[in-house]
């Protein structure tokens, strides 16, 4: 009976054995299985992502610039090309706002404050001949009106001579200053060597130290215009005689407007921030710039005569 019973014994744990070994093989192939899957699954995932997608991507933006059924581009613009366009416009913006006239701004050197009239096209090309034939250099604004600008510096007259020794470039500024007066507000037209050389011819030479200052009113009246001498002026004198329509020519002393002892300038007229603009004959960047008018009197020369320093001249 006992051995029966443990004959019962032995066998069941045979069964369980041989039951048990089949499920953990089978337990193991599957894991091995999943893990295989997964791994080709994701190098699969890795070319795809790698080689195809892509090219995918290329072919679908190449057909989206190819022409439709009707004629018309799909795609309307690209990103170059807009980012191209913009500064383009900004550019054509600005140059619209300065194309635009400002009162204010003085007029260079072959620039225009706007465009031309057809009756104007005359005046403007016998404006382009004189100029040619070195009647002045450009024109700027004034109290009076459009006034011309010279500077003695200039080669085609700054070595001629002003009476029998002096060139013009040095010591000229008179003359220089009275052929802008004279060509602007008469019809006369001279430049700055056939004005020295009525200056020379009348007596306002004064060989060796430039020009008397009786020539700055006796030029003026000379030539039949209106000439005020503003001895001692003030800022107020001055202020009132460029709002009337007057420009002023002024005789600095030793300073900013030059190394030695007298210098002939215009101040040609005021601004609405109450600054003056001025004609320099010899320093070009002096025109483009405001002058407080008591700047422009501490510089006025302490000795002078023939109602100077400071003479308003008009029409």
Known sequence: MLLKILEDIMYHNN??????RPIRKTKVKKTKYILFSSTIIVLLTLVFIKFFLPALNSNLKNSANVSNDSGKAVWVENKEDTIKAKPKKDKEKVEDIEAKDDSDAVIEPGSRAEEEKPEEQESASNEDKNK??????FKMDSAVGSLIYYNQMDKRWAEQLYGPQDPIGTHGCGPTVMATVVSSLTDTQMNPKEMSDWAYEN?????????????????????????EPLYRANAEDI???????????ALSGHGIFSPD???F????????????TISDSVKLEHVFMQWDIDTILSQASPVSSAGGPFWAISK
């Open 15 to 20: 069964n369980r054995s041989r039951v048990r």
């Open 132 to 137: 040619k034939n070195g009647e002045y250099d």
């Open 203 to 227: 007596g306002y030479c004064a060989v060796g130290n430039g020009s008397s200052h009786a020539l700055i009113p006796e030029t003026a009246k000379a030539f039949g215009l209106n000439v």
């Open 239 to 249: 202020r009132t005689a460029l709002n009337n329509g007057k420009i002023v020519v």
């Open 261 to 263: 002892d007298g210098h």
């Open 265 to 276: 300038f215009i101040i040609r007229e005021i601004k609405p921030n109450g600054k003056v």
